[in-house]
Nanobody
Framework: QAQLVESGGGLVQPGGSLNLSCAASGNIRTILGMGWYRQRPVKQRELVATKLLIGDETYADSVKGRFTVSRDNARHTVHLQMNNLKPEDTAVYYC????????????????WGQGTQVTVSS
């Protein structure tokens, strides 16, 4: 099974920026969708941004114009550039990979990362 490892979280002041990265490990052929979800205190996990293999992107209304998702399909990585961060962006951010197919032909599988904490506070 593929594993997703997130990095780049931390503490930042309101108006600041962070860049999250996620790398999928394993002998992978393709991943249909990759992106980010987040879970804020006392709230359910919600979609932040996703990007399909061919390029279609989806963003939550709350982050449009501030966050940008990008992928490197050769390296099986996905990134989230977060600008003009707000206190309400504070959450654990989870990387998600949809329909992973391995080079052996096995799959598809869906996988979640373990999460990285983003805290926006002055």
């Amino acid at each position: 099974q593929a594993q997703l490892v997130e990095s780049g979280g931390g503490l930042v002041q309101p108006g600041g920026s962070l860049n999250l990265s996620c790398a999928a490990s394993g002998n992978i052929r393709t991943i249909l969708g990759m992106g980010w979800y987040r879970q804020r205190p006392v709230k359910q996990r919600e979609l932040v941004a996703t990007k399909l293999l061919i390029g279609d992107e989806t963003y939550a209304d709350s982050v449009k114009g501030r966050f940008t998702v990008s992928r490197d399909n050769a390296r099986h990585t996905v990134h989230l550039q977060m600008n003009n961060l707000k206190p309400e962006d504070t959450a654990v951010y989870y990387c998600y990979a949809n329909r992973i197919v391995f080079a052996t032909g096995r799959g598809p599988f869906d996988t979640w990362g373990q999460g990285t904490q983003v805290t926006v506070s002055s």
